[in-house]
């Protein structure tokens, strides 16, 4: 008998099913919402709390609304438990580490791979999967549910949705001009609705791969190397060296009062004060750097389905080869060769999670030993990703103490959590310091030349944000403005006529990832129709064209 009241309760209890999962999720799931909608406000007070509980009724209604729709056997239970689930796990980023979960950030974490996705699983992400997922997730699949045979459940879900409707419609009404300018003034809030903003990317992705129709655009097919360097009885070998995470603010090069870059201050080399990566995370910002494509006209699907710089290269008959110690070139190096370093077996360089930057330049010699024409090394660096910046740097690079050693960064102190960070460009400035020296000592065979530059830059708890991927046009200068290093050798500036005082005048104009396609061109003189010399950042500065630009003036 118990158990029959007990049961009769439950079922009673699961009428308003929808209505307590909505609230729920609009109260647990949506913490980082409600926090910026209230320092937008000026923080929690009896007068804020007053302007947007219309917004919170109405933000509820949609949610039952939602819930009452797919009220249906078989369905019901497994769509709530989906939605339970992710929306625990946009929860935990969003909150721990003040990211927004738009469509770039999305493809970024569908393009994550194990490792760096393990990292991310915390006791904190364990606690919140638990407690916003998991837990709620049982009661659901334990509590009874009633329902209607089929056409009568649609019936009552008709009815019910349109007295929500009625309900919402009446709220648009009398509030749609309170909240317009809001919506208006801080169109990033939309990225914060959970689970929303995590099913609507997640959409997006799949349209985008769906609109591909893998037919490639070649590009570039006319690329040939400029006569002049053919005749030359030395190569050119230039190693580009793609950073990962490297902000600008954090080289002393670039002012930062630590000693942050003690091996680069010491050679000879031109770094450019205001250049800006093309996206705020690596799935955008490495395609972006090697297209066509500038950050203006960026288009994903459109760039996956256009050869890049690497193929106009091997167009014209430059040697190509990709070294990777990351989650891979998310396509720009699919047609070229490559050699994955990331998970050597290498005692002195690589552990359990990994392998330090230096493994990039194990048996280099030997392949550069190999070859005989122009060639071009990409180095992908570990660099400084996060959010477990301890890991990426030899025990001997832990020059700045405390460090913070939990990739929970929201929790560390902010000096622990700095000094870690600055530790991975101490070390990335010791491995620049040993190409650059590689490269030297390979001159005498080769007119060699290094550029780094990072992909895009880290938030380090400014203003309660972590790690990076926040939609651009939010972005802050940490995200954002990156490292852009320059070294040649006395054969190749003689080679390309290059002004070097010319050049450090130059490097204090403003530039970005768009440069890099024709820069690399340039530099490897390469003559082809898609070539802009306008865009080449030494063009200016090479002596044939200082003379053109001053009989222009």
Request: charged share 20%.
């Amino acid at each position: 008998m118990i158990l029959n009241i007990a049961n009769k309760k439950l079922k009673v209890l699961s009428f308003f099913y929808p209505f307590f999962i909505a609230l729920f999720l609009a109260v647990f799931d949506n913490t980082a919402l409600w926090k910026e909608l209230f320092k937008i406000k000026g923080g929690v007070s009896f007068v804020t709390l007053n302007y947007y509980l219309p917004f919170f009724l109405f933000f509820l209604l949609v949610y039952t609304a939602f819930f009452i729709l797919v009220r249906f056997k078989y369905v019901f239970k497994v769509t709530t438990v989906v939605i339970l689930l992710t929306a625990s796990i946009a929860a935990y980023f969003m909150d721990a580490y003040g990211v927004m979960l738009d469509t770039n950030m999305i493809h970024n974490a569908l393009e994550t791979d194990v490792a760096e996705t393990i990292e991310l699983i915390t006791p904190k992400f364990i606690v919140y999967f638990f407690l916003l997922g998991i837990l709620p997730s049982i009661l659901i699949a334990i509590i009874p549910v009633t329902y209607k045979p089929f056409i009568k459940q649609v019936q009552d879900n008709f009815f019910k949705i349109f007295i929500l409707f009625v309900l919402m419609a009446a709220i648009l009404v009398v509030y749609f001009g309170d909240y317009a300018p809001l919506y208006r003034s801080n169109r990033h809030i939309r990225h914060l609705i959970n689970p929303v903003n995590f099913v609507k990317s997640t959409i997006n992705n799949v349209k985008r791969l769906i609109r591909s129709d893998n037919k490639m655009k070649l590009i570039g097919m006319d690329a040939i190397i400029d006569s002049s360097e053919k005749n030359q009885s030395q190569k050119t070998l230039t190693v580009l060296v793609v950073g990962e995470t490297a902000r600008a603010k954090n080289f002393s090069l670039y002012g930062y009062s630590r000693s942050t870059n003690p091996v680069l201050s010491q050679k000879d080399i031109i770094f450019f004060d205001n250049f800006y990566s093309c996206g705020t995370a690596t799935a955008t910002s490495v395609p972006c750097m090697f297209s066509l494509l500038t950050h203006e006209n960026y288009d994903d699907t459109q760039a996956k389905q256009m050869e890049g710089l690497l193929d106009v290269l091997k167009h014209a008959g430059v040697n190509v080869l990709w070294r990777n110690n990351n989650s891979g070139c998310k396509g720009v190096c699919d047609r070229v060769d490559y050699e994955n370093m990331a998970f050597l077996k290498d005692s002195g360089l690589c552990n359990g999670s990994g392998c330090y930057d230096e493994i990039l330049l194990k048996g280099l010699q030997k392949y550069v030993n190999s070859i005989d024409k122009d060639t071009l090394i990409v180095l992908h660096q570990k660099g400084s990703h996060g959010p477990s910046y301890y890991l990426r740097v030899p025990k001997q690079f832990e020059k700045f103490k405390p460090i913070c050693q939990t990739s929970q960064v929201n929790e560390c102190s902010p000096e622990s959590l700095v000094n870690a960070y600055d530790n991975t460009i101490l070390y990335s400035d010791y491995f620049l310091g040993r190409v650059i020296d590689f490269l030297k000592n390979n001159s005498k065979k080769f007119n060699t030349g290094m550029i780094y530059v990072s992909d895009h830059g880290e938030s380090l708890g400014e203003n309660n944000i972590y790690l990076h991927g926040l939609p651009y046009f939010l972005a802050p200068d940490e995200q954002i403005h990156v490292p852009f290093v320059l070294w040649l050798s006395a054969g190749l500036a003689e080679n390309l006529e290059i002004d070097w005082e010319c050049l450090k005048n130059e490097s204090k104009g403003r530039f970005s990832h768009d440069n890099l396609f024709h820069s690399i061109l340039g530099l490897m003189k390469i003559n082809t129709e898609v070539y802009n010399s306008k865009m080449n950042l030494f063009w200016p500065c090479q002596s044939q064209n200082i003379v053109h630009l001053s009989h222009q003036n």
